[in-house]
């Protein structure tokens, strides 16, 4: 059974930095790209990044570009997403799948709550 853990949210000022975990299981991490997803209050899910199921290449939309980072530890079946530079309006629960733009598995983690505010 896929089972997806989310860690490390909080209320941070704006400029602050955080990092989220994932704890992925049930399948088989190695093989599948992995994104971090959020959903801010009154709106869609959407997606923040991608990484590739090796990790040597990563995306990003272009509201975080340059200031959220992805990396992955396929040992530990685990991506994180560190956070720079964040902003009131990366407010949001996020959460990490399997896939790209469409996430793979639908039985989504808990999240976790990032809350930017001074």
């Known amino acids: 059974q896929v089972q997806l853990v989310e860690s490390g949210g909080g209320l941070v000022q704006p400029g602050g930095s955080l990092r989220l975990s994932c704890a992925a299981s049930?399948?088989?991490?190695?093989?599948?790209?992995m994104s971090w997803y959020r959903r801010a209050p009154g709106k869609e899910r959407e997606l923040v990044g991608t990484?590739?199921?090796?990790?040597?290449?990563?995306n990003y939309v272009d509201s975080v570009q340059g200031r959220f980072f992805i990396s992955r530890d396929n040992g530990r079946n685990a991506i994180y997403l560190q956070m720079n530079s964040l902003k009131p309006e990366d407010t949001a629960v996020y959460y990490c799948?399997?896939?790209?733009?469409?996430?793979?598995?639908?039985?989504w983690g808990p999240g976790t709550q990032v809350t930017v505010s001074s």
């Open positions: 799948n399997a896939g790209r733009k469409l996430a793979l598995f639908t039985n």
């Open positions: 049930g399948f088989r991490f190695s093989s599948y790209p």
């Open positions: 990484i590739t199921n090796s990790g040597e290449s990563t």
